[in-house]
């Protein structure tokens, strides 16, 4: 008998998946079959706990044996929202470069990205991350505009 809640999906079933994509934390490196990105540690900060499994499932296929660290939630979101509603933009930089740093002081990481595009302002404000955070901090507008033009001009 298939247990289910108020929104119809079956809590085992739900809880195992993300379990099978997210795994326990785990101190070992991540295992790949590239050398040169085992070992690695990937910062991820976003703006919401489902964008956490979405940055895992895909980080995990497309950087295998680096180890993705999540950190923000919807604090940090609405942070953002009501920042941008009342203009205060400078505040919400804050709290990703504060994010930034929360995570390096408990572990190491390579390079961090911003999870989501509404993010991709904060390099206005830091416009020299290795400067300010001793790592790059890639935001996925600018990334992935710079990826579009590389395939749009065939170098895939």
Do not use: C
């Not at 296929?61 to 609405?78: D, F, R």
């Not at 993010?119 to 890639?138: E, I, N, Q, T, Y």
């Amino acid at each position: 008998m298939m247990m289910t809640d108020l929104l119809g999906v079956d809590p085992i079933r739900l809880f195992s998946d993300y379990m099978r994509v997210t795994g326990v934390p785990t101190l070992a490196p991540a295992a790949g079959p590239d050398p040169k990105l085992s070992g690695k540690k990937l910062g991820v900060v976003n703006g919401a706990s489902w964008v956490s499994l979405w940055s895992t499932y895909f980080g995990r296929l497309m950087l295998p044996g680096v180890k993705i660290i999540n950190a923000g939630n919807e604090a940090v979101q609405l942070n953002f929202m009501d920042a941008h509603h009342q203009g205060r933009i400078a505040e919400h930089h804050q709290v990703i470069a504060d994010t930034i740093r929360a995570v390096q002081s408990e572990e190491h990481i390579d390079i961090v990205v911003l999870a989501q595009l509404s993010m991709s302002v904060f390099a206005f404000s830091h416009p020299d991350p290795v400067a300010d955070f001793g790592v790059p901090v890639l935001n996925s507008g600018q990334t992935g505009f710079r990826r579009a033009g590389e395939v749009l001009a065939g170098r895939m």
